[in-house]
């Protein structure tokens, strides 16, 4: 498809070389490579095998000039030739003007040359357009070769159409250039003129696919194989009106959208307007939703630690993530209320101790009770100097410090059987025991005086309460230190 | 004659002075805002139409059929593949990589970017232009088209000598 661009001033056109393989259409394109000014020409690209065979496609730019005030480029491609290739070929032919179909002279390849020349048909029928009218040159290649075929002969199979056709032998340059100057000249007068074609079809022929020629010379008067010329290009007579073929109705669809495959058209409908998503809606369908949200949890009972639901559109907590969570609230709950046994008890350690104060003599010994819910397998409680363990009594008595005052042995009897204290009794607990305690020292009349008067601090009670605030903020110490082994452990 | 313009429309592509100044201000804002090099706008069968941006050391010729090319292989295979064609190519590079988008049915538009930005950017904003790009280019395609399209009379007498000098 010509493009012209009067902003760039510049008039673009694309020709192919079409033929089977290794007839020399990409030798056609070096020699033009090779021996073109070189202001004029520009880089072959070509894509191909290992084996210098084309894969994709040759490409070179040619750069006629300044005609008219306008810059006329010509682009040159290259097809590969081999059979296999069919689909790439398609593609390279998309917007052609103007084709050079290169055919092998040896009498080994004619039917190759005949398959390529249908294929030709058949993929330009695909975009819309035919042999018939477009701009086309047929170039007898390989002359040189010994069992090469008669040009004669060789119009006779290949040209049904009558185009202009020049012997050549590609790989010494002999013939490239009238070639392509043949066809430059054809798609240069068919980009002003609008009449694009060298002629018309021969009478009888159809339209499309590829027929072998019939005998020109019967008088048709559709082209007679032409005289042959080496160089020079020599304009094809023109054909009487009368015997122009007529095209039949709805012989070739008239492109609506160049460069796209012909669509079979259907009553109603118009070729080539499939509707097609855009970029965006393409974009649309392709978006991963998020899972729809809900939390799927069980309503959580009264007195039991709350539980944070998920919010709506927030992905959920993995159920072992929730169950260890409840753990770890569960735990911290429990640790709170270890702590507050252990201040309840402490309290209930001062108020003994403050009755032994008012009462001395019943107890020597100052003892820090660890509950048995806070010893732990391993726990192991660092006695400072002058302090020592004892171990927990069966039928699960508590485990207590035993603190040597160092002013003397402590009695016996009380060093044999440290009293005990129960865990968690309420604080009227020591009040009633206290009573039971008053006849005690009643039948120990003689031993204790009812007091008449104050009672006097007895000596050594100053320490006593020291020690006894010492071993509360020890039993705090290490209360929090077992809470914290507890944490870390889960 | 209306089955001639449309013929004519059909077998060539014309654009003038006016339509490559819209396209090439539409291809200048989006260079600026995505941060690519340069832009290209191609027509299917591998003919430059503008090229906006830095300058590219390689042949403009060759870089437009490639993408050509490159695109109508791709598109066939998308067929093959039970696709109309892949509307996108990406191409990742070392250093450069470079985005072809589809612009209608005639055109493509190849944008040429580095690590000053990302394809994320380029593909954002490359959405919104080549709409704009394919409503231009559909202005162009409806318009009538003469049959000389401007081309001054002797354009092909000229051309045909200009032949004979190169030759």
């Known amino acids: ?490 | 004659m209306a089955m001639m313009d449309q013929k004519l429309r059909s077998e060539r592509l014309v654009f003038y002075e006016k339509d490559v100044q819209r396209i090439d201000e539409e291809i200048d804002g989006l260079l600026e805002l995505s941060g690519s090099r340069c832009a290209f706008l191609i027509d299917k069968d591998g003919h430059l139409v503008t090229r906006r941006g830095d300058a590219v050391q390689s042949s403009l010729e060759s870089i437009a059929a490639l993408v050509a090319g490159s695109f109508a292989a791709t598109r066939e295979m998308a067929r093959l593949l039970g696709q109309d064609e892949f509307s996108t190519l990406f191409h990742q590079g070392e250093r450069e990589s470079i985005q072809i988008s589809l612009v209608g049915e005639r055109a493509l538009l190849a944008m040429v970017f580095d690590q000053r930005t990302n394809l994320g950017m380029v593909r954002y904003y490359a959405v919104e232009s080549v709409r704009r790009l394919t409503e231009i280019l559909n202005e162009i395609d409806h318009r009538e088209v003469a049959p000389t399209s401007g081309l001054s009379s002797d354009f092909s007498s000229s051309a045909v000598a200009a032949l004979d000098k190169l030759f």
């Open chain 1, 1 to 490: 498809m010509v493009q012209i661009n009067f902003a760039q001033k510049q008039v673009n056109a694309k020709i192919v070389y079409y033929g089977p393989g290794m007839s020399g259409k990409t030798t056609n394109l070096e020699i033009v490579h090779q021996r073109a000014p070189a202001p004029n020409r520009g880089d072959l690209t070509s894509i191909s095998t290992d084996g210098d065979r084309t894969l994709f496609f040759d490409f070179m730019p040619l750069d006629l000039g300044t005609v008219a005030g306008m810059r006329t480029c010509f682009q040159l491609y290259t097809v590969p030739g081999q059979v296999y290739y069919n689909s790439t070929r398609k593609l390279v032919l998309q917007g052609v003007d103007g084709v050079v179909f290169v055919a092998d002279s040896s009498a080994s390849m004619v039917e190759e040359n005949l398959e390529s020349m249908r294929n030709l048909e058949q993929n330009l029928a695909e975009y819309g357009k035919s042999l018939a009218n477009l701009p086309l040159i047929i170039q007898y290649n390989k002359r040189d070769l010994p069992d090469a075929l008669p040009v004669e002969e060789l119009n006779r199979l290949l040209n049904p159409y009558g185009a202009p056709c020049f012997e050549a032998t590609a790989n010494t340059g002999q013939g490239v250039f009238p070639t392509l100057k043949a066809l430059a000249a054809r798609v240069l007068e068919s980009i002003h003129s609008g009449n694009r074609g060298q002629g018309s079809a021969p009478v009888g022929l159809p339209q499309t696919g590829f027929h072998p020629a019939p005998n020109l010379t019967a008088g048709a008067g559709s082209g007679a194989p032409r005289t042959l010329q080496q160089t020079g290009y020599n304009p094809m007579p023109q054909q009487p009106a009368a015997q122009q073929v007529q095209q039949p109705q709805g012989g070739r669809p008239i492109p609506m959208q160049p460069g796209m495959p012909q669509q079979p058209t259907q009553p109603g409908t118009q070729p080539g307007t499939q509707p097609r998503a855009s970029y965006p809606e393409q974009l649309a369908r392709t978006t991963v939703h998020a899972p729809p949200g809900g939390n799927g949890l069980q309503p959580i009972p009264m007195g039991q630690p709350i539980q944070r639901l998920p919010q709506q559109g927030q992905p959920q907590m993995h159920p072992q993530m929730q169950q260890q969570m409840l753990q770890q609230q569960q735990m911290q709950m429990q640790q709170m209320q270890q702590m507050q046994q252990m201040q309840m008890q402490q309290q209930q350690m001062q108020q003994q101790m403050q009755q032994q104060q008012m009462h001395p003599g019943t107890h020597q010994t100052g003892f820090a009770p660890v509950p048995p819910s806070m010893q732990s397998p391993g726990m192991q409680i660092q006695s400072s100097p002058g302090v020592t363990l004892a171990a927990p009594q069966p039928g699960g008595s508590l485990g207590m410090l035993r603190v040597d005052k160092g002013q003397g042995a402590p009695p016996p009897a009380a060093a044999q059987k440290p009293r005990s204290l129960p865990a968690a009794k309420p604080a009227a607990k020591p009040a009633a025991a206290k009573q039971p305690a008053a006849p005690a020292p009643a039948a120990e009349a003689p031993r204790i005086q009812p007091r008449t008067q104050p009672m006097p601090t007895p000596k050594g009670g100053k320490k006593r309460l020291v020690y006894a605030a010492v071993f509360v903020v020890v039993a705090l110490g290490v209360g929090a230190f077992v809470a914290k082994m507890v944490l870390s452990v889960l």
